[in-house]
């Protein structure tokens, strides 16, 4: 099913569409980039978190190396 909506495009990007995507094909391009771009946006997240627990124990090992630069114990100026 298809449902057609309306948006608004800054006019250099409307008319580099207009320019490039023939006109029967730009509805279907304009839906498969904004497919990709929602799909990215969606898995940026859970990218995130697998991301920051398959660094976790590099991360901690890192922290306990320059933990002694600290500014705890530095003289103050």
């Not at 898995?43 to 398959?54: E, F, G, M, Q, V």
């Amino acid at each position: 099913m298809q449902q057609r909506i309306n948006i608004t495009l800054p006019s250099n990007l409307a008319r580099d569409l207009r320019k490039t995507i023939p006109s029967r094909s730009r509805s279907k391009f304009i839906a498969k980039a904004l497919e990709e771009k929602l799909h990215r946006k969606k898995n940026l997240k859970k990218d995130l978190i697998r991301s920051l627990k398959a660094n976790r124990e590099f991360d901690k090992k890192e922290a306990e190396t320059w933990k002694a630069t600290e500014l705890d114990g530095w003289p103050e100026y």
